[in-house]
T-cell receptor, first 113, second 114 residues
Framework: KAGVTQTPRYLIKTRGQQVTLSCSPISGHRSVSWYQQTPGQGLQFLFEYFSETQRNKGNFPGRFSGRQFSNSRSEMNVSTLELGDSALYLC????????????FGPGTRLLVL | GESVGLHLPTLSVQEGDNSIINCAYSNSASDYFIWYKQESGKGPQFIIDIRSNMDKRQGQRVTVLLNKTVKHLSLQIAATQPGDSAVYFCAENRSVTGANNLFFGTGTRLTVIP
């Protein structure tokens, strides 16, 4: 089975712009979670989607949003980018979510200038 | 200004020796734990998991020990190899949230000396 894929792998944006990142889960996986990884804060949970519904959300401002499509693919969007949004954004998928192993993609590295 | 990164605990071991990486978790309601390995430029890679109804689980060259009394988790790697050099994270799944999100530790950087 193909693993979790994320596009793009690298992205450079400027402050105030918005960005959309994409994640394709492992085939058959219906739960998709997003994480932000920075040197200062480590790995932090953003949100989780299951069956096109946001099921859980971390402590991030409303500028961070996401959605999931009927084929379980997910996108996350960050509006009005700030310098502090520079990070590695990781997507993870699992079969149905709760209490299961999450498998991570390679991440999208976002640099905000 | 200068940014301050997380101070990652580090562990250096000789190739062939055994490694033990420790992790303390905070929530006694956590019922599922996972160890991940992250190499530079890559996403976290699943190594091994354990549920709270167990205290030990073995995989290939790896063993995870869970001590719920002191909320402590450890990962043992036997016969450590240069390819084991990476940052290792423990993660806990907190059932009280009712959904699937993991809380990660800060990680430990393992360096294997050839």
């Amino acid at each position: 089975k193909a693993g979790v894929t994320q596009t793009p792998r690298y992205l450079i944006k400027t402050r105030g712009q918005q960005v959309t990142l994409s994640c394709s889960p492992i085939s058959g996986h219906r739960s998709v979670s997003w994480y932000q990884q920075t040197p200062g804060q480590g790995l932090q949970f953003l949100f989780e989607y299951f069956s096109e519904t946001q099921r859980n959300k971390g402590n991030f401002p409303g500028r961070f949003s996401g959605r999931q499509f009927s084929n379980s693919r997910s996108e996350m969007n960050v509006s009005t980018l700030e310098l502090g949004d520079s990070a590695l954004y990781l997507c993870a998928s699992s079969l149905v979510g709760f209490g299961e192993t999450q498998y991570f993609g390679p991440g999208t590295r976002l640099l905000v200038l | 200004g200068e940014s301050v990164g997380l101070h990652l605990p580090t562990l250096s071991v000789q190739e062939g020796d055994n490694s033990i990486i420790n992790c303390a978790y905070s929530n006694s309601a956590s019922d599922y734990f996972i160890w991940y390995k992250q190499e530079s430029g890559k996403g976290p890679q699943f190594i091994i998991d354990i549920r709270s109804n167990m205290d030990k689980r073995q995989g290939q060259r790896v063993t995870v020990l869970l001590n719920k009394t002191v909320k402590h988790l450890s990962l043992q790697i036997a016969a450590t190899q240069p390819g084991d050099s990476a940052v290792y994270f423990c993660a806990e799944n907190r059932s009280v949230t009712g959904a699937n999100n993991l809380f990660f530790g800060t990680g430990t950087r393992l360096t294997v000396i050839p």
